[in-house]
């Protein structure tokens, strides 16, 4: 519910609400069942815990966004930033809003456009290899192949960025997009990373074709919201400083 009485404060708090949100119940849904769980591969449903190293990783970056989470445009996130998307990965995972796709195939390319930020993904199908390893890109570097009915989607080349879950540039993933009815595409996708997670894991969820169309989602880097986050936190940077001038009880 959309509600406009609690002030200035208040309705920059409450500025998402329930008419936003998509809950996207059919991702938990495969060949009519509901699933506990999105994980097939380890069959406890869990993601396997993450290495010592790429622990300390993430808790060095935790530790780092708390001390400066605000004093500059890089330290926010790349999906703040309207740089990139999570919903487009890989993996494409839904979240919050703006959860929707648009894959064009022809005979050489299959596109994928996200909605939320407006990410495009071009994954050639010609039997190219991947990139050089010294280029990286936000979303990977993605290549295609068809196994039967199966698009087969192999990505690399990430950024030290990327962040999925702790990992980073030596990121792989690989995507099966099967088309099992008129209207839904079974997406599995498998995460390879040895430098972060202790063993590789798979999981699944379904893509159901919708009959509205995808409307501009207008977002770009250097955008008046960064400004407002920016400002934002040099207030609260001065309101600390104030208080602790004032001294404790007063």
Same mark, same amino acid.
């Given at each position: ?46 993601? %396997? ?40 990965? %890989? ?65 690399? #080349? ?35 990373? %040895? ?27 250097? #955008? ?27």
């Amino acid at each position: 519910m959309d509600r406009r009485d609690g002030g200035a404060e208040a309705d920059v708090e409450r500025a998402y609400n329930d008419a936003f949100y998509d809950r996207g119940s059919h991702l938990i849904r495969v060949d009519g069942y509901k699933r506990t769980s999105m994980i097939v591969d380890p069959p406890d449903g869990r993601i %396997p815990p993450l290495t010592p190293e790429a622990r300390k990783k993430v808790d060095q970056y935790r530790a780092e966004a708390r001390r400066h989470p605000a004093d500059r445009p890089s330290d926010r996130s790349p999906q703040e930033r309207c740089i990139y998307s999570a919903r487009a990965g %890989p993996p494409m995972l839904g979240a919050m809003y703006n959860n929707n796709y648009q894959i064009v195939q022809t005979a050489a390319y299959v596109m994928i456009f996200v909605e939320e930020i407006h990410d495009l993904r071009i994954i050639p199908l010609d039997g190219r290899p991947h990139l050089p390893p010294n280029i990286r890109q936000w979303v990977g570097d993605s290549i295609g192949r068809w196994e039967g009915d199966t698009l087969v989607v192999d990505t690399t #080349n990430f950024t030290s960025q990327t962040k999925f879950r702790g990992s980073g540039e030596n990121l792989h993933v690989i995507e099966r997009f099967t088309r099992v009815s008129p209207d839904t595409i079974l997406y599995r996708f498998t995460i390879d990373d %040895p430098s972060t997670f202790t063993r590789a894991w798979t999981a699944e969820s379904t893509f159901v074709a919708i009959s509205d169309h995808l409307y501009e989602y207008a977002c770009h880097e250097g #955008n008046y919201a960064m400004v407002d986050m920016l400002s934002g936190a040099r207030r609260e940077e001065k309101a600390a400083e104030d208080a602790a001038k004032k001294g404790p009880g007063r």
